[in-house]
């Protein structure tokens, strides 16, 4: 999981000053790669939005037998590791986890019916 870490740390800090993001590849609770993808919001300094493209290539890709797409990702650049109002609105409900990359860690969260639960862990750089 530190390798998954370290890279999105390191995707987080050459996106800045926008919004990196893209997609948590793995297995069941095993997050074992990350799949980057444009962030195609229109404002991506402070929003993103997942090339649906990209959604749609991980997703057809998992259904062939690749690795299977168990959440996604993004950073704050100028905020903090923890869900926004707008991570709240946006997300699911849909059980998936969610990685978010600000102040040099990464969060892990689970969208739920009741919005996001924290997971028990905590990534920083090595």
């Known amino acids: 999981m530190q390798d998954v870490a370290d890279q999105l740390l390191a ?3 050459a996106a800045h000053p926008i919004e990196c993001c893209g997609i948590l590849l793995g297995e069941s609770e095993r997050i074992g790669a990350i799949l980057p993808a444009p962030n195609v919001h229109p404002d991506p300094a402070v929003h993103f939005e997942i090339d649906p493209q990209a959604l749609i290539d991980a ?12 959440g996604y990702y993004h950073s704050h650049p100028n905020g ?7 991570d709240t609105a946006m997300a699911a409900g849909d059980g998936m986890v969610w990685a978010i990359v600000a102040a040099g860690r990464v969060t892990f969260w689970r969208s739920g019916d009741a919005g996001f639960d924290a997971l028990p862990y905590v990534a920083t750089p090595r």
């Open 11 to 13: 995707e987080a800090e």
């Open 59 to 70: 997703h057809r890709e998992a259904r062939e037998g690749g690795p299977q797409v168990i």
């Open 80 to 86: 903090r590791a923890e869900p926004s109002a707008t």
